[in-house]
């Protein structure tokens, strides 16, 4: 209560101050979070801007989503960068919505407050057995090889078994596969995190299973994520040929979706495409028409991981509606050392925000925050968007964001446009909010400290001949950055 | 434009770090493509600064073509390619708004244009399977959807016409529905 108070004293000390811009916060510093702050800049030449983020280092996925091997993709922190750089325009990190500040306290101090902080969590399977050691979310394990301070210590045990299974058959499940299969000479030269490469030097894990409830007309991934993984350098194959099959239904699938047919291209080539099984070789098993049913202890090794029991499905509907799969009865097990449930992040809700726990986001419409879950109440939370993975959920790639948060701005520009959000109300902005945090000793780290980071881990990287050496912990970001 | 050229070679960097044999092998699944996506760059890339020579002799005329951007709104800009360079090039440095969030390195889809005229997108190469791939991805896919990156000016290129899709609409109304192709 007192710092509410001190937050109105704040508010009131400003108002006295002349022609002062519309001050919006950005809740998140991914893609949807710089995306949606470059389009505001370019919309509106009298609005300041503030990006926040919980860790010390910006991009969000970019940084800790993005394979290591996929350096091309990172390039769009150049242009987030020059966004950063703007003037009117700041990246403040290490500050928490929800621990360092209220979201309730940051509406309070901004015009208008942007969230666009993604989907931290998972969706689980819901399935017996799932509490097991060696079972995690494709998420953490992306998080723990790319060096996201969360992960940091995940250790995931690559040596006890010689098999992983991953379920999912979308682009994330592919990625992980990729890290586990690709030979760790090339991945050397990348900047996956040298704990994570550490350990997939010394991994035993020869078989990778990525088990899909539907078939490969179905399969999530695309094609340019399918490709490269079938291109990894002495990887056997496995596809069964009567998964390739298809039914009237797949075949009207396939010709109403581009990515479908040319994502089942690939997979009939490979097929055919017949490897020869060698020793000790690395191989990828692409296992369709399976879902998971429970995972199983093993025999010798009390709370652990011993197998994955998969039920084999077959698909009903036909072309008027979407193919489902519903088990048939049959079982089988795969012995496995490791699982990685690949299928779905999920958002976080935060305290005094509206949230649909059944949908996993803030419910909107069009990136305007609805007060109310049921889409039937049409009120507006005053002063509140939300933009991304929070607004629509967890899927599509960086580029999506772009149209996503052009239509949460279109919002935003209406709002300014009506006098919703209106100059007049003058709010403490950037000031008000570092005062209070440092009020609550926490230290921020703006770009030109993240800058510091950037530079001290290419300098690092550039000793192992990698583009960068990420650094792990936030007690190392933070040394750095306050260097 | 020092700076975009600054970044651009940046990108070229980081690809030819991953486009070497060490680190990306080739196999069946992507085989002479690869080739052709790394000549083009650099086809690119060295013969837009033969065109600045050529041009700084006075042969401006002959090295250019025109090319016209309609944007979202409908509005047109007409400017002058030197042949040789890329229209995402050409249209950053005519202040087009055209994003190209992978400066060129076939890794995203946002500098998809719309070739307007059949009889000019039948003029140009076919799109290597990477661009396809990127494509599939691209918001409003048409018949004559290609990255701005992967079209090269050349003389019979004269007169092209480049649609910005307007993505936001379809955005807004279907989410993410590719047009079949």
Redesign the interface.
Known sequence: MASFLKLRWISKSFSTLSSTPLRICVVGSGPAGFYTAEKLLKAHGSVDVDIIDRLPTPFGLVRSGVAPDHPETKIVINQFSRVAQNERCSFIGNVSVGSSITLPELREMYNGVVLAYGAESDRSLGIPGEELADIYAAREFVWWYNGHPDCRNLAPDLKSSDTAVILGQGNVALDVARILLRPTAELARTDIASHALAALEESTIRKVYLVGRRGPVQAACTAKELREILGIKDLVIHIKQADLVTTPADEIEMKNNRIRRRVYELLSKAVTAGHASVPGQRELHFVFFHKPDRFLESDDRSGRLGSVRLEKTTLKGDESMKQVAVGTGVYKDISCGLALKSIGYKSVAIDGLPFDNYKGIVPNLGGRVLANASLGDMQYETGLYVCGWLKRGPTGIIATNLYCAEETIACVSEDINKGVLSSKSVKPGRKGMLELLDSRNTRVVPFDAWEKIDLEEKRLGNLKNKPREKLATREELLKIAGK | MFISRF?RQ??HT??N??KAP?????????PVVYNQSIGALKHEFFSSTTAKQDSEDGNEENEKINVTFVDKEGDETLIKVPIGMSMLEAAHENDIDL?G???G??????CHVIVMDMEQYNKLPDPS??E???L??A?G?TETSRLGCQIIAKSELEGLRLAIPA??R???VD??K?K??
């Open positions: 970044y940046g990108a980081i690809k770090l991953v060490a680190l990306n092998p080739r196999t069946s699944y992507s994003e969030a992978c400066e390195s076939l890794a995203c889809s946002t399977d990477e396809n791939d990127m599939d991805l918001f896919l993505a936001t379809n955005f807004a989410g993410f590719p079949p192709h």
